[in-house]
């Protein structure tokens, strides 16, 4: 595995905590809080996940880094 | 490991953006992600093992609990942040990398006015609003936890972009790093 794929992976797992804290967030806010609390919390944790996809899609679609001389 | 641009000399500001700047991004990062544990960690506590809000402190706050309601803490770890991203900012030569971490520097920037909203209330007993507890403006409708996941969330994404461009600048940028960063310069500097 390249350096660059070990960050990119580190990168995904650290997302995936992020995402997965947010849909088991969601699930919860919408059961343990007022509605309009619920909502609110849904949006930001909905635009936070967004946020983290949006980071994978970027790390991930990249293309190879500059090769100054023998990199 | 040094980089063949890296130099040895000026102010502190010039160091920790050339020669020193991949220990201080390190450094940094070791704050980052510690304190991104401790809130991974809280609303593991809440979401998952169903604890109640007050009593989910993370991990430091199990031992220290005063850690979790000290706003002068949370204001400290704010101004920090904004700091570090400033003051680290002149290292990020590439024109994409300089956006992404710029970005994160801005939004830092009003996550850190909220909780100087916070640290005034605090200080001066006196809460805006009209709320028993101090209140920034974004918890006039998002509750705390997810407040704070929220903002640290989208603060700590441009600055992880911008550091991946940072490290692996692509093809197209021009920038020449003043500093032992990005993975290409390791392999100038490695002996054949």
Known sequence: MTAQNAIRLAMTVFTSIVLALSAVGIRWTSQHQAPSAAVASALVLSVSSTFALVALVIIW??????QDGNG | MAHAAVGTSGTFMERINSDWHEVAMRSFMVVVLGHWMEHFLQTFQIYVLGWPVPQAKGMLGMVFPGLVTSEVLHYGY?????LALWA???GF???QERWWWTLALGIQFFHHFEHALLQVQALSGHNLFGR???TS???LWVPRVELH???NTIVFVPMIVGMYYHLFPPETETGRPQCSCAWHSRSLASPV
Not at chain 2, 78 to 82: E, G, N, Q, S, T
């Open chain 1, 61 to 66: 679609r990249g293309t190879g880094p500059r």
């Open chain 2, 78 to 82: 704010a101004l920090v942040m904004l």
């Open chain 2, 88 to 90: 680290l900012r002149p």
């Open chain 2, 93 to 95: 030569t590439g024109k």
């Open chain 2, 132 to 134: 028993p507890v101090p």
């Open chain 2, 137 to 139: 403006i974004a918890q």
């Open chain 2, 149 to 151: 996941l929220f903002y």
